[in-house]
Nanobody, 125 residues
């Protein structure tokens, strides 16, 4: 059974860092793209970063370029999102998602086949 489990969220001050993890079971990352999305209260879910299957390419939302880095460890079947220089507007529930195939779109949540339960990230002083 396919399962995505996020971890690593928490409360951090502006300018701080967090690393989120997305542990996948029931699939191999060789065949799935993994994306990170976030949803703030009252807002739509938005794409943050995605990693193609086998880690060949990465894509980022403009709002996080230069601050967030997505990476994968296929041996551990885990994808990470390193978040630096966090801002209050980064506060949201962060979800990872899997899409069968080489890559996925950050512009459409409907292209993603599986979702984790989410982890809360709060950036506040």
């Amino acid at each position: 059974q396919l399962q995505l489990v996020e971890s690593g969220g928490g409360l951090v001050q502006p300018g701080g860092s967090l690393r989120l993890s997305c542990a996948a079971s029931g699939i191999t990352l060789d065949y799935y793209a993994i994306g990170w999305f976030r949803q703030a209260p009252g807002k739509e879910r938005e794409g943050v970063a995605c990693l193609s299957s086998r880690g060949g390419s990465m894509d980022y939302a403009d709002s996080v370029k230069g601050r967030f880095t997505i990476s994968g460890d296929n041996a551990k079947n885990t994808v990470y999102l390193q978040m630096n220089d966090l801002k209050p507007e980064d506060t949201a529930v962060y979800y990872c998602a899997a899409s069968f195939g080489y890559s996925g779109s950050l512009q459409s949540v409907y292209e993603w086949d599986y979702w984790g339960q989410g982890t809360q990230v709060t950036v506040s002083s």
